[in-house]
C-alpha cells in the first residue's frame, strides 16, 4: 500500500518597497485620521448635549451648496464656488501689492544699515496688530468696503515678506560681496546675478507666510463687512440666521482652500529654487 505524500507549496513573500509603503502612508494615514475625526465628532454630538450638529447632520442640512455650488441667484445669494472665488480674487490684488511693496522695501532696507535701524522698531510693531484691528481704520479712510478689504490684505501680509527679504539682503556671504566689488559688476548685475539668486530663499519664506495670512485677513475683514459677496460674509450671514451647519460647511472650504494654497507656493518655491537652496 503506497501512501501518497502531500506536497507542500510555498511561495515568496510579498513585500512593499519603501517607496510604496511611504506613499501608502501619505495616503492612507490622513484618511485614517479624517475618519477617526469625524466619528469622534459625531459621537460627542450623540453623547454631550450641544446645539452643533454632527457631520451626518451637516451634509444633509448643507446638501444643497454641496452640490450646487455654482448656482448664482443674484446679489449676494450664491454658491460656495462664488463665495470663495470673490475672497480669492480680493487676495490675489491685495497680496500682489504687498509682495511688490514687500520686496521692494525689504532689498531696501537690507541694504542700508541706518534705515534699517529706524525702520525696524516701527515694522515691528506694526505687524503685531491684527487684521481685525484695521478694519475700521481701512473703512474710515477708504469710505467702501472692496478698498478697505484689500487694505487689510496688504497691510497683514506685507510684514513677514518685507522682514524676510530684509533678512535676506543681510545674510548674503560678505564673499560674494567682494567678488562683486573685485569684478566692479554693475548695480544691475550685482542686483540680479548676486542679490536675488541669494535671499531667493528668504523671499519665498515671507511669501508663504504671507499668503497665509492674507486668506486669513480676507476672512476677517468680510464678516464685519456688510453687503459684500465673498466667504467670510457668507459665514457672518450663515450665522445671523442660525444655520451652524452652513458655517461648519464654510470651514472646511476655507481649509481646504489655505491648504491648496500653501501648497501651491511651496510648488513654486521648489521649481524656482536651486536643489541646494531649498
Request: charged letters at 15%; aromatic letters at 12%.
Amino acid at each position: 500500500m503506497t501512501i501518497a505524500r502531500k506536497r507542500s507549496t510555498t511561495f515568496p513573500a510579498f513585500t512593499w518597497d519603501d517607496k510604496t509603503k511611504e506613499t501608502l502612508d501619505n495616503i492612507l494615514m490622513p484618511i485614517g485620521a479624517l475618519f477617526g475625526l469625524l466619528a469622534l465628532w459625531q459621537i460627542l454630538t450623540m453623547i454631550v448635549p450641544t446645539d452643533l450638529p454632527g457631520p451626518f447632520k451637516v451634509i444633509e442640512e448643507t446638501r444643497i451648496l454641496i452640490l450646487y455650488p455654482f448656482y448664482d441667484k443674484g446679489g449676494t445669494d450664491k454658491g460656495l464656488f462664488w463665495q470663495v472665488f470673490s475672497s480669492l480674487q480680493r487676495v490675489a490684488v491685495g497680496y500682489t501689492f504687498a509682495a511688490v511693496v514687500g520686496i521692494s522695501l525689504g532689498i531696501l532696507v537690507g541694504l542700508n544699515k541706518r534705515l534699517s535701524k529706524g525702520l525696524d522698531p516701527i515694522f515691528n510693531i506694526l505687524r503685531t496688530v491684527p487684521p481685525l484691528a484695521w478694519v475700521p481704520i481701512a473703512l474710515a479712510a477708504l469710505k467702501q468696503n472692496q478698498p478697505a478689504a484689500l487694505f487689510v490684505i496688504f497691510i497683514t501680509a506685507i510684514w513677514p515678506i518685507l522682514i524676510n527679504t530684509a533678512v535676506g539682503v543681510r545674510q548674503i556671504p560678505q564673499d560674494y560681496n567682494n567678488v562683486a566689488q573685485v569684478l566692479q559688476l554693475p548695480k544691475s548685475e550685482y542686483f540680479f546675478k548676486i542679490l536675488i539668486p541669494s535671499a531667493l530663499p528668504y523671499i519665498f519664506t515671507g511669501l508663504r507666510i504671507a499668503i497665509g495670512l492674507a486668506w486669513l485677513a480676507i476672512i476677517a475683514a468680510e464678516i464685519v463687512m456688510s453687503g459684500i459677496v465673498g466667504i467670510g460674509f457668507f459665514i457672518w450671514n450663515a450665522y445671523q440666521n442660525s444655520q451652524v451647519s452652513e458655517i461648519i460647511l464654510a470651514l472646511v472650504y476655507i481649509g481646504l482652500v489655505g491648504w491648496l494654497l500653501d501648497n501651491l507656493m511651496a510648488w513654486l518655491q521648489n521649481k524656482i529654487l536651486p536643489q541646494s537652496q531649498r
